[in-house]
């Protein structure tokens, strides 16, 4: 069920659904559309109340064992292992590409993960361990986590993660730009970035934490998939409210549109909060009931994380040998 429409429970007993106390973007002026062609779904109105009702049914579904072995299986194949510190260094970058590359060392039917992410400078390092092994590198530009630098700059970041190495890009909208009605300039940034892109993929990060109500979240996402977004992800990682369940069933409900109108498939990637394999497969879960079994491959479905892989870890020892083992027999990078 579409949730796409104004509530009229929700009418007459409060206002707008928001997400946190910030600042509210101003109505579409009648007659806007995005640009681009064939016209991608009307924006809308998000009925929350129907959204989080499902969001929530749906993180209750159980599933058997052999399907939650696939499940844990198939968040390690779209994980995208991240850290992103000021402390990083070349040896901490190096350790962790091992970890996307061997999971469980002493488990070699575990899959692997599908990208390191690391900042740019960083991304040599990555690639350096990673040539050839089928694990991509992702790096985050744009000015992250708060997207408020020029454009001209930004641009010049993503060009040169991609001179550096990246093949994958995780660029930050500018928010301040969005919650003032500047839908152009987050709409031109994002098209000037895929075009800095080259044969990289670009995913945009919204930060919903920050965007306020879910009308902004799927404003924002139609935005970022006009403009060219090759994914379209939740947040950074740095602030909360991240990807909670309503938020990731709001984004994947406007992929969904998307390719309904225009045949268009757009991945998704959520990222920040994620830490328990429970909350991974209820992801999975929700990718699944809402866009299909085809969106489930690390080609249109990524988890951003760095807590998480050692849970899931530890969760599929205990489904294949019956006992639970704990955190000090995996390592930390």
């Not at 070349?90 to 900042?119: E, H, N, Q």
């Not at 992250?144 to 995780?170: M, N, W």
């Not at 930060?207 to 994914?231: H, K, P, Q, S």
């Not at 491959?297 to 892989?309: E, K, M, V």
């Amino acid at each position: 069920m579409s949730t796409t429409r104004t509530s009229a429970r929700l009418a007459g007993r409060r206002g707008a659904p928001r997400l946190v106390g910030v600042a509210q973007a101003p109505a579409l002026p009648a007659g806007f559309e995005l640009p681009l062609e064939p016209r991608l779904p009307r924006i809308g109105s998000v009925d929350a109340v129907a959204l989080e009702e499902r969001a929530a049914s749906l993180a209750k579904r159980s599933i058997k064992r052999d399907a939650k072995v696939f499940a844990l299986e198939l968040a390690i194949r779209t994980t995208d292992l991240t850290t992103l510190e000021g402390a990083d260094t070349p040896g901490k970058v190096a350790a962790l590409c091992s970890k996307a590359l061997r999971p469980d060392p002493t488990d070699p039917s575990i899959p692997r993960c599908a990208a390191i992410c690391v900042y740019p400078n960083l991304v040599p390092t990555a690639r350096e361990r990673l040539d050839g092994s089928g694990v991509h590198v992702a790096a985050v530009a744009t000015g992250f986590p708060s997207g408020q630098y020029p454009t001209q700059i930004k641009v010049a970041d993503v060009r040169s993660a991609v001179e550096l190495g990246a093949d994958e890009i995780d660029m930050v909208i500018d928010r301040g730009a969005f919650l003032s009605g500047r839908y152009a300039k987050v709409y031109d940034e994002v098209v000037r970035a895929k075009e800095a892109c080259g044969d990289a993929h670009l995913k945009v990060i919204l930060e919903t934490g920050e965007l306020g109500t879910y009308d902004n979240v799927r404003r924002a996402t139609l935005l970022a998939i006009a403009g060219g977004a090759d994914f379209v992800k939740t947040s950074t990682g740095k602030i909360n409210p991240a990807a909670t369940l309503p938020v990731a069933l709001c984004m994947l409900e406007a992929v969904r549109d998307v390719h309904a109108e225009t045949g268009r498939r757009v991945g998704f990637k959520a990222a920040g909060g994620i830490r328990q394999a429970k909350q991974a497969v209820q992801h999975l879960v929700l990718v699944h009931e809402t866009l299909g079994a085809e969106w489930l491959t690390p080609d249109l479905y990524r988890l951003g994380a760095s807590s998480l892989l050692n849970d899931i870890l530890m969760q599929l020892r205990k489904e294949k040998t019956g006992a639970y083992q704990g955190p000090d027999y995996f390592t930390l990078d």
